[in-house]
Structures are given as C-alpha cells and as structure tokens.
C-alpha cells in the first residue's frame, strides 16, 4: 500500500531528475515528513505582508 | 626541552618568542602526540608533518635572526578538512570530495593563524558534508570522545574536538552551521568560539549552508580562544558575507570585571528538553556570575525549526548535482535528508527566512536589557557512538537530529557565542554564552571570568 507522500516524491523526483531508490525511500519519506512539519509550524506563524526575508543576517 | 600536553598556546608562543623551545621542538611534541593516541582517538584524516617542520624551522630561523613573530610563534594547530589546505583535496567529510584536486591555496583563516607564527599540523575528521552532530564519519570512522572512546565527540567538527580534547593541539579550527563548534566542544569539554555571523572569513572552506556558515576556533582556555581568534579577524573580500568592520582585539578586554554586565538565563525552549547534567551545568554558571533573571526567548522552538528548513533545502541546492551523480557515493543518512531537502516546497522556505528576520528583532530588543544569555549547549553528556535515540523530558527522540536543539536557535540569527566546559564527572557538558552581535568580548569576558573562578575548565583527556 503506498505511503502518503508518495505519490509527491515521485513526482518531485522526476521533475528535478533525483534518483530516489526503492531502499531508500522510507528514510526519504521520514525525513521529508519531519522537514514539513517543521516548515508548517514556521508556516503556522502569523507575519506582517512587509516581512523582509533575511537570507544573510547583518547585525 | 619537550612540550608537555598541558601547555597552552599562550605558554608555547611565549617559551619560543623567548627561546625557551624552539618552534620545532613544539612542533614535534605534537607531532609525537598525535602518533601516540590518534590511532584510538581518530581525529586526523592528514598530518602535515613535512610542512609543519618546514613552517617551524623557518619561525625558529626568524627569532635567531631577531625578526618579530606573532603571537602564535611555533603554536601547533589543526583545521576540519573542510579547510582547503595547500596540496590536499578539500574532502569536507566526504568519499566524492576526495576526487577534487589538491586545493592550490590554504584557506584565509589557515593563512592568517600561520602570519600570527602558528603552526599547521594537520586536517581533522568531520562529520560527511558537516550535516552531521554526532562527529561519526562513515568513510572516515568515528572521531572517539577523549574522555570515554565508546562516546562521540560531537559533530560536525568532531576532529577538531576530539584533537583538543584530547590534547593533541592546544588549538584547531572548525564551522558551525547549527551547532558543529558548541556541540563538540560540549561533549569533548573544551572551549569553542562560534562568532558573530560574518565575522570570519569563510574563504577557502568547503561551504554548508551559506546563510548560517561561521568558521571559529576551539581552545583549551579562554586566552588561547581569544589569541586564535584576534589573529583571525578582518575583511576579506574572498568571502562576500564577512564584514567590513575594522580589527575589535578582544584579549585586551577579557580581564575586565564583569560585575557591570547584565546577565541572565535563557528560558522557555532554552529551559526544555534536558538532562539533569545540562541544567547542572547552566545552575553552576548562573550561580557563579550571580545571574537569577529568566529571559524568555519567544517563539526558540520555531526558530529551530525554520533553521532546519533552511539548512536542509540550501544543503539540498548546493549537493544537488552530486546527488544525481553520485548517490551511492554519499552516507546514506546524508544522501537521504539532503534528497528530502530538495523536495521542500519553496513558499516555505520563504516563510522560514521571513521568520528569521522577525525573530531577529525580538532578540534585538532582549539584548536591549541584557548583556549575556546562558543556556545549555548540549541537552546531555556525550551519547554512545551509534546511540540512535533518546529520552528527552519523557519523549523517545532521534538523537542525531535533537543534540543541536538548543544551539540552533541562537546561530540561526548569527549571535555570537563562547561555549564554556563544566566539567562534571564522569563526562563534561558545555554552556553556551550568547552575546549582542558583533560583542564577542563580552562572551569572552564572561568565559574568562568562569576560568578564573574555576567553574569551568578543560578537562586533561580521560580516556588515556
């Protein structure tokens, strides 16, 4: 039965040429799991529309 | 005369720029202590024997010749083999590094310790890539804790750790993305200067994640941190992040008293998810600079979550092309979490360096009232090489992806921080000392306060 996530990492997979082998997608699979729910709880947090980014912080 | 493991950088420049020693006899001290218990301890992938002799006779040749020599004349050092060193293919960590050629100009930092009369002994073992906490290296092996060999050192600058924990160099040099200077230190009980972002040129190293790279120094005191790093300061227009501010010495100002500073604990997420040991360790600092205030760092535990969106889709951009050329060639725990990198969606990312900046702003305005933050370094003592999980405040936890839990929050705005050993027994533990950005004479100030009162220390290695 297929994993939830799936069905994006073989479509991510294809569209940026990355080999994703059968043995190491469950590591893949948890990993991106962590990585998004990690990126929903920044999502989750409410910014003013003018937020800069601050790729390079400068004090 | 022979140099004894216990002389600080700071005591071998002195007994050579007097004559004392020769820079060669340090030289070779070191030399013979790494052939002695780097086999056990594993924290060199190169020894530079050949050059190091050369360098050192020519310092000795100096001062028989009455030219002056810096502050680190004939003081051994190493660097994390993400350095490029002259003649050696910068392997940061990795099997499909080791193909590049031979690197035809040392790193900035290797250049500037070796102008101020140190002397490079060698490339350390690192974690693959420095995405990594635990100082383990597939290729490489484990570099070993030199209190207890059956323990990581901590990563990803596990080398350079393990070289000056165990006391084979009094100095060496590592990077620190989210935690590879402070967790090692911690673990191997040494001191470890992450600083300010940009303050350091990274020119030269192999690179991680560019917006949260900082290169810095590990010493076994706080005189030797502050020797190290004042030699390394300045421009360079090789790396486009570092400063244009002019020289800040901070040896001069690490004696100063710190009565007048205002210091206080870290609370909230800093305060969470820790052993009984780092909790010790935090009480002993506080208690010994008098410090009671708890300061609540909003919105840490998100903080460390944006820095892990960031680190694993910029690790997952730069590794891209070697990913579909050569996965099998990667650790597999790293191959697997740099491809999930890439599968990020963008508008995340985004939010996470929109997060940065906000979160940016609260600890500009805590540190409008406060000088120093104390916090945990590591939320336990050195874990079991291969040890996979943890109980961390009653939930079982991967360890290799929460020992920078606590260090993550503060390099993801690039603050600077001197990591201080406590050395508990049986094993040290770290505490990290966070100051305003661009204050790293603060940070020291306050180690070197902790030195003096005995608080904290480098422990001799215990493992031999």
Redesign the interface.
Known sequence: MAEPLDDYIDAVSKALALPVEDAWRPAVRANLDVSLRLGRMVDEFALPDETEPAPIFTA | MTTKSEMTASEIAGAVTSRKMSALDATEAALARIKQHDGILNSFTDVTADRARAKARAIDADIAAGKTVGSLAGVPFAVKNLFDVTGLPTRAGSKINRDLAPAKRDATLIERMEAAGAVLVGALNMGEYAYDFTGENVHDGPSRNPHDTTRMSGGSSGGSGTAVGGALVPIALGSDTNGSIRVPSSFCGIFGLKP???RLSRARSFPFVA?LDHLGPFARSVTDLALAYDAMQGSDPDDG?CTTRGLEPTLPLIANPVSDLRIAIAGGHFQKNVFPEAVEAVSRVAKALGATKVVDVP?A??AR??A??IT?TEGASLH?DR??KR?NDFD??V???L???????A????????????Y?AQLAEIFKSVDVLLAPATPCTAPKLGQVNFNLDGVELPVR?NIGIHTQPISF??LPVVAVPVPLEPLPIGVQIIAA??REDIALRVAYALEKMGVVAAPAPRAF
């Not at chain 2, 491809?339 to 969606?345: Q, S």
């Not at chain 2, 508008?347 to 906000?358: E, I, S, Y």
């Open positions: 300010t972002y940009g917006s992040a919105e535990s998100r979550a944006a892990y969106v694993t891209l990913l579909r996965p597999p725990a191959r697997d979490r491809i999930a990198g890439a599968m990020v969606p508008a995340l990312v985004d939010r996470a360096q929109k997060f940065r900046r906000w940016r992806a705005i690039g950005p661009w």
